[in-house]
């Protein structure tokens, strides 16, 4: 059974940091691309950051470079995505996919 499973989202003060996290597991991670999505409230999903299998690509959306990075750990299962320099207009549910996989979202809310 595919499984994404992320973690890490909460409050940050606009300027701080957050690491989110996704564990994977039911299919061989290291061969496929992994990203990160976002939904923020009435909005549509946006493709937020996306990483290679082997992670030698990664590409952002505009509004994130500079702050966030996306990175994997095949040895773990994982993906991460660091965000750095938060904005409350990140606030939104931030989704991994991959394997044609949705995990359950994590909430970020950035807010003095």
């Known amino acids: 059974q595919v499984q994404l499973v992320e973690s890490g989202g909460g409050l940050a003060q606009p300027g701080g940091s957050l690491r989110l996290s996704c564990a994977a597991s039911?299919?061989?991670?290291?061969?496929?691309?992994m990203t990160w999505y976002r939904q923020a409230p009435g909005e549509k999903r946006e493709l937020v950051a996306a990483?290679?299998?082997?992670?030698?690509?990664?590409d952002y959306v505009d509004s994130v470079k500079g702050r966030f990075t996306i990175s994997r750990d095949n040895a773990k299962n994982t993906v991460y995505l660091q965000m750095n320099n938060l904005k409350p207009e990140d606030t939104a549910v931030y989704y991994c996919?991959?394997?044609?996989?949705w995990g359950q979202g994590t909430l970020v809310t950035v807010s003095s």
């Open positions: 990483i290679t299998a082997h992670g030698g690509t990664r």
């Open positions: 996919n991959g394997y044609n996989a």
């Open positions: 039911g299919f061989t991670f290291a061969n496929y691309a």
